[in-house]
């Protein structure tokens, strides 16, 4: 993994001396932030390239986070055709990339046979994993750059104005600011801006228009992880037997649930397996965001299949001290209150003196109850249960970092979700060797972070998809199921990019791999879920019965629980309860 920074402004020398002036005096306030927000995305290296084309300055600077082959290598990677390449990511599938090899360099070789556009969709189009790039193609001074198709990497653009006169590509955010506007890159395409184009009458504002979206596919349906596949459309027969119980797998799901199992493991193994060992032999190398449900527990059982039996897996499992919960415990639930004499209640400060403080919200408790059926059926594995627990105030310092980050998202949901992954990756709490025992301080060194979304969406495990079939039938919940699927791309995976990698730690989905979206795509959806069912059954049936099959008893019964709720990490504040997640935090 890495970080990308890019920006093009005029050159001294450019007829619009005023633009070179402004494009200087805004970059100069906002690039030491983000040079020293990219290099804490990569810590291992960082480079800067820099080329001059017709009236244009190109500089490319690019971090590195050693997670692939034997030595660190530096970006960008650069040949001596001119040719560069930014990257932002892992090739899991699609590429051959030995132990020892890093993936970047192999891409790159790939991309240095490259001609015309049709060979760009052809590597990318070939390959599977998470990424951002860009790459600088010199013979035909072309620039392309995208994100992978489901968007797990972050690559934020500003596009040159009259006030703002350069155009910059960043993995990174530093807030909202006067000097720049920020917005994600689509994942629809792969864009490229044509530098021959430029002409310098026009200035550095017309360069938007020297820009061209190449849809993915470009007619080529022969690649395999160009888009992900459209839902299997078949409606399933009116006869269809309802599972009574997971302890006995019907026929009709007894290859489905098998071939989960297979890709799931595969696609965990690709992720987990050649991390190189940084320092001490032994310490972690992998962890699991870890709340004991169905989704972060198969995902750390299938981890133990594949890293160094001699190492422990770190789950982590984040909590908040939420006054607006202890609020409730001291003043009881003062919602039914008239509305004068209720905010005078949140006005007064909150007596903490007979309360004792807990971080037994509920991802702690199923996370421990979790981690014991894991130490049974895993027993040579050491599992290091990682209590990371956030008082009230350091949560609320470390507020105004969260929301630069992850800006430009900047919903109160957003900030909920990404102030309980900033400090679940930061990794720094306690660990107990059994329970009960002394508490030891410990902070994870794990850099490659195992994060379970995406099963909700791809096999019905949200209320929605529920409520679509008591609404219209198993129509309406294929319809739900395509739309969660197109909405992948546009929902908070950069975001999430932006927070964990902050800290230097490298999140993966396995259950976001393309070669896993597509297998589940292209099952019925009676295979995949059962809104005839009760909670805590039907939604994610397949999973569930996988999980069972397992061994998982009791990961395999647990209802959905979001993060935000189960860390208590949303609507702290006394007087938040009310606030609905999509409403922006300036508000």
């Known amino acids: 993994m890495c970080g990308i920074l890019f920006s093009i402004t005029p050159t001294v020398d450019s007829a619009f001396k005023n633009a070179q002036t402004s494009s200087c005096n805004c970059l100069e306030k906002i690039y030491p932030k983000l040079r020293e927000a990219t290099a804490a995305r990569g810590p291992d290296a960082q480079e800067t390239l820099k080329r001059d084309v017709k009236q244009l300055h190109l500089t490319f600077y690019a971090s590195e986070l050693h997670l692939r082959g034997d030595v660190s290598i530096e970006q960008p990677h650069s040949d001596g055709e001119g040719n560069v390449l930014c990257w932002n990511g892992e090739v899991f599938e699609g590429l051959l990339v030995s132990p020892d090899e890093n993936d970047g360099t192999k891409l790159f070789k790939a991309l240095q046979h490259a001609k015309v556009p049709q060979d760009i969709f052809q590597v990318f189009g070939g390959i599977e994993g998470p990424y951002a790039f860009l790459y600088y193609h010199r013979a035909s001074h072309t620039l392309y750059f995208a994100r992978d198709p489901l968007g797990r990497r972050s690559l934020l653009v500003h596009y040159p104005d009259e006030a703002r006169p350069f155009f910059l590509l960043t993995s990174v955010s530093i807030g909202s600011r006067p000097e720049y506007t920020l917005d994600e890159v689509s994942t629809e395409y792969i864009y490229s801006m044509d530098l021959n184009a430029y002409e310098d009458s026009k200035g550095i504002v017309a360069i938007r228009s020297h820009i061209s979206r190449l849809p993915r596919s470009c007619g080529n349906d022969t690649l395999p992880f160009t888009l992900p596949r459209s839902v299997n459309r078949a409606l399933p027969d009116a006869e269809v037997p309802k599972v009574e119980s997971l302890n006995h797998i019907p026929g009709h799901l007894s290859t489905a649930v098998d071939d989960l199992i297979a890709q799931l493991d595969r696609s965990v193994r690709l992720q987990v397996e050649n991390i190189p060992r940084r320092n001490t032999p032994g310490e972690a190398r992998v962890a699991v965001f870890f709340s004991g449900g169905i989704d972060s527990t198969m995902l750390a059982f299938l981890a133990d299949r594949h890293v160094d039996p001699n190492e422990p897996i770190d789950l982590l499992n984040v909590a908040f001290e939420n006054p607006r919960k202890i609020a409730v415990k001291v003043e009881g639930n003062i919602g039914g209150l008239p509305k004068r004499e209720k905010k005078q209640k949140l006005r007064e400060p909150l007596d903490y003196s007979s309360v004792k403080v807990s971080y037994d919200v509920p991802d702690r408790l199923t996370g421990l109850q979790e981690v014991e059926e894991l130490r049974r059926l895993c027993p040579k594995r050491t599992w290091n249960f990682l209590e990371i627990n956030v008082p009230f105030e350091e949560s609320q310092n470390a507020r105004e970092t969260v929301e630069a980050i992850m800006f430009p998202s900047r919903t109160i949901m957003d900030l909920s979700l990404a102030i309980a992954l900033y400090f679940a990756a930061h990794?720094?709490?306690?660990?107990?060797?059994?329970?009960?025992?002394?508490?030891?301080?410990?902070?994870?060194?794990?850099?490659?972070?195992?994060?379970?979304?995406?099963?909700?969406?791809?096999?019905?495990?949200?209320?929605?998809?529920?409520?679509?079939?008591?609404?219209?039938?198993?129509?309406?919940?294929?319809?739900?199921?395509?739309?969660?699927?197109?909405?992948?791309?546009?929902?908070?995976?950069?975001?999430?990019?932006?927070?964990?990698?902050?800290?230097?730690?490298?999140?993966?989905?396995?259950?976001?791999?393309?070669?896993?979206?597509?297998?589940?795509?292209?099952?019925?959806?009676?295979l995949k879920m059962d809104p005839r069912l009760e909670s805590g059954l039907g939604e994610k049936l397949l999973l569930r019965l996988a999980a069972r099959k397992l061994g998982l008893v009791e990961a395999s019964a647990r209802k959905k629980r979001a993060m935000q709720f189960g860390s208590h990490s949303a609507r702290m504040a006394p007087g938040e309860g009310d606030k609905k997640g999509d409403i922006l935090i300036d508000k």
């Not at 720094?428 to 969406?457: C, F, H, K, M």
């Not at 409520?467 to 992948?488: N, P, S």
């Not at 975001?495 to 589940?520: A, C, M, Q, W, Y």
């Open 427 to 526: 990794g720094a709490g306690q660990i107990r060797a059994y329970p009960g025992a002394e508490a030891v301080p410990y902070t994870s060194p794990a850099r490659v972070l195992l994060n379970g979304l995406g099963s909700d969406e791809l096999l019905g495990g949200y209320g929605r998809h529920r409520t679509a079939f008591k609404a219209a039938g198993w129509q309406a919940v294929i319809d739900e199921l395509q739309l969660e699927i197109d909405r992948i791309p546009t929902r908070n995976l950069g975001r999430d990019d932006r927070i964990i990698s902050s800290r230097g730690k490298e999140t993966r989905h396995p259950f976001l791999s393309l070669s896993v979206v597509n297998f589940l795509a292209q099952l019925p959806v009676h």
